[in-house]
């Protein structure tokens, strides 16, 4: 089996995994705009959840899991398993006492987070305090995401994949159940609706750590409590982590800064919509650059612990063209289908269809940057595990400096109602500058990878991608998804539709010799 097959296959199976939690979320959001809608109580919620989630993808698909896949996985290839037990017992009993400060900081100064991340709410009646009461319930998911990231990256390492990547779908399930069950509680109880949820999430964030802990137990881990901070290993990851949480965090400094300045346009609806968008966005990215940024982790610092360079290079080639074959075609066609799609996934009870068409303008900016979104999940841990960590944290500040010029310069250019979608258009602007730096500094590092075939693929798959396009703008012509048709005709509608565009990139895949549709065909209808 060829590298690039066993990435593809070991890519699919946290794939399948991701799936599962990224529908599960999707359903989550279903539930909070059937619940919530778009106004102060969904807002309140999505400025308190920031911190958590930002911690969450920080620590679970990048920071983290760059400072410590490597650093276990020399320890594990190199000193043997007693020693790898040994730091990974280290690094939970840091993280217990550094997230546990975090954690009381933020359950006793929320009031100054709800300012840093959103000041304009202070205009409106209520919302400073909804969010800060949300902030506090939400304090503790902050140490039981770490534990979980730190958790699947042992069992990543160990070959692992599916149960870490399905675990936060867990986590969604929860919510989802705490919509139905806990709401009406406190309702009952004349407690907001919305704290629930919190509780909920804290539920969820319990569950998706434990549920990976027998597994880990399996394999001889024992937990215990030990602090050592001038370990070596511990010392390694300190010297990364710092650098890596900025050097993967250009995505998500830009959602902050996005949050801050919609804050300010109008007095409900734009953090909604960008955050409704974004979880759109964020199911491609999840099924294709986080799941591929995974597997290409543990491959890639396998390689670099053992100084095989050429064989990283081949890694990280077939990781790029497998995302590009998998995110073109995914970004041409919600560009095009974004109505529909957020029609079809969010439109009922208090979410309308002018919170639908707003959110649709949000996703189409944001498909700008799913390409760039992905490749940044591969390259910047690449250069984790090369030790690296200059590079991507020059090329995040400059990419962060960007999104904030580009946004401040499109919320004077858009009209009044539409500055919103600048700053989701400043996020992609960004991520295309970040995904390109990194690719130019790889190169330079180690040598361009034209011997993979990566820019003729890429072309490729454009070129099929917009043909695929073309037939997809003149079905949804034809083929009107309309508010006034049945859940199930649109639902129907847009399947159909979808499965054409599929078939149709498909066979011009065939047509062109793209070797990533192999990996995904039958073997005997394989060329």
């Known amino acids: 089996m060829s590298k690039g097959a066993r990435t593809a296959r070991a890519a699919g199976t946290v794939s399948f995994a991701v799936l599962l939690s990224r529908v599960l979320g999707l359903v989550r959001e279903q539930v909070f705009a059937g619940l919530f809608g778009a106004g102060l109580f969904m807002d309140a919620w999505l400025v308190a959840f920031r911190i958590p989630n930002l911690l969450r993808d920080l620590f679970a698909e990048g920071a983290l899991s760059s400072a410590f896949v490597p650093t276990f996985t020399e320890y594990l290839q190199t000193k043997g398993k007693a020693q790898a037990w040994e730091l990974a017992n280290l690094v939970l009993s840091t993280l217990m006492v550094l997230l546990g400060l975090i954690t009381i900081l933020l359950f006793y100064f929320s009031d100054y987070f709800v300012f840093v991340l959103a000041a304009g709410f202070e205009d409106v009646p209520g919302k400073v305090e909804v969010t800060s009461v949300l902030i506090r319930i939400l304090s503790p998911f902050l140490a039981l995401v770490a534990f979980a990231s730190i958790t699947m990256g042992i069992l990543n390492t160990l070959n692992h994949f599916f149960l870490p990547a399905f675990a936060p779908a867990l986590f ?163 560009f095009i289908l974004a109505v529909p799609v957020v029609r079809v996934l969010f439109e009922r009870g208090d979410f ?133 048709q049945s859940t199930l005709t649109q639902v129907s509608s847009l399947f159909l539709i979808i499965a054409i565009a599929v078939a149709l990139f498909v066979t011009l895949c065939r047509g062109l010799n793209v070797e990533e549709l192999n990996y995904f065909l039958p073997r005997r209808i394989r060329k």
């Open 352 to 484: 309308d269809p002018l919170d639908s068409q707003y959110t649709a303008y949000a996703v189409m900016a944001y498909t700008v940057g799913l390409f760039a979104y992905s490749t940044v999940k591969v390259y910047v841990p690449t250069f984790y595990a090369l030790n690296d960590t200059r590079t991507p944290v020059r090329i995040s500040i400059i990419a962060v400096v960007t999104n904030i010029i580009v946004n401040l310069s499109l919320i004077f250019l858009l009209p009044d109602d539409y500055r919103y979608v600048g700053l989701a258009l400043g996020t992609s602007v960004s991520v295309i500058l970040n995904s390109n730096l990194l690719a130019y500094s790889f190169r330079r590092r180690l040598g361009d990878l034209s011997t993979y075939g990566v820019v003729p693929m890429i072309m490729k798959t454009l070129a099929a991608g917009a043909v695929m396009g073309l037939a997809v703008a003149w079905l949804s012509s034809q083929w009107r998804i309309t508010p006034e």
């Open 172 to 334: 969604n399930l929860t919510l989802i159940i705490s919509g139905f069950l806990l709401v009406p509680r406190f309702e009952e109880s004349g407690l907001l609706p919305i704290y629930a949820m919190g509780v909920g999430a804290i539920l969820g964030g319990i569950l998706q750590w434990v549920v990976q802990i027998p597994l880990l137990h399996k394999h001889g881990f024992r937990f215990r409590f030990r602090i050592n901070l001038r370990h070596p290993g511990i010392r390694r990851m300190a010297r990364l982590i710092g650098p890596a949480i900025i050097g993967v965090s250009a995505v998500q400094i830009n959602v902050l800064v996005n949050t801050q300045l919609a804050s300010f346009l109008q007095e409900n609806g734009p953090v909604s919509w960008l955050s409704y968008a974004f979880r759109i966005i964020y199911l491609p990215i999840g099924l294709f650059g986080v799941a591929v940024g995974i597997v290409n982790l543990k491959e890639v610092s396998s390689y670099a612990a053992r100084q095989q360079w050429e064989e990283l290079k081949e890694t990280v080639a077939n990781s790029v063209r497998l995302i590009a074959f998998l995110s073109i075609p995914s970004a041409i066609g919600l």
